[in-house]
Nanobody, 123 residues
């Protein structure tokens, strides 16, 4: 059973930076595509960024140039470096593990979510 544990959220002033971490356990990390999602009050959960096992990253338009997603397959860790934070980045941020095509060939089809970490950008 995959478990995801996020850390690193908090309160930061506009223009500040935060680094979120996600610890993965319970399966083979490298066969999962990893991602970060966020959900603001009253809004639907949205994708922020994702990264394949091989390190190919994609970003939602509003965070391009400000956020960087990365992963360390040796440490089973995923990260989200957030810079130039804006009040509209305020949300609960969730770590996600999505089976890659390799994982599905191993009959692994389940998406997993962390418990979420609060990021608040305010002065």
């Amino acid at each position: 059973q995959v478990q995801l544990v996020e850390s690193g959220g908090g309160l930061v002033q506009p223009g500040g930076s935060l680094r979120l971490s996600c610890a993965f356990s319970g399966s083979i990390f490298s066969i999962y595509d990893m991602g970060w999602y966020r959900q603001a009050p009253g809004k639907q959960r949205e994708s922020v960024a994702n990264i394949t096992g091989g390190g190919v990253a994609n970003y939602e338009d509003s965070v391009k140039g400000r956020f960087t997603i990365s992963r360390d397959n040796a440490k089973n860790m995923q990260y989200l470096e957030m810079k130039s934070l804006k009040p509209e980045d305020t949300a609960v941020y969730y770590c996600n593990a999505h089976p890659s095509p390799i994982a599905t060939m191993m009959n692994l089809f389940t998406d997993y979510w962390g418990q979420g970490t609060q990021v608040t950008v305010a002065s």
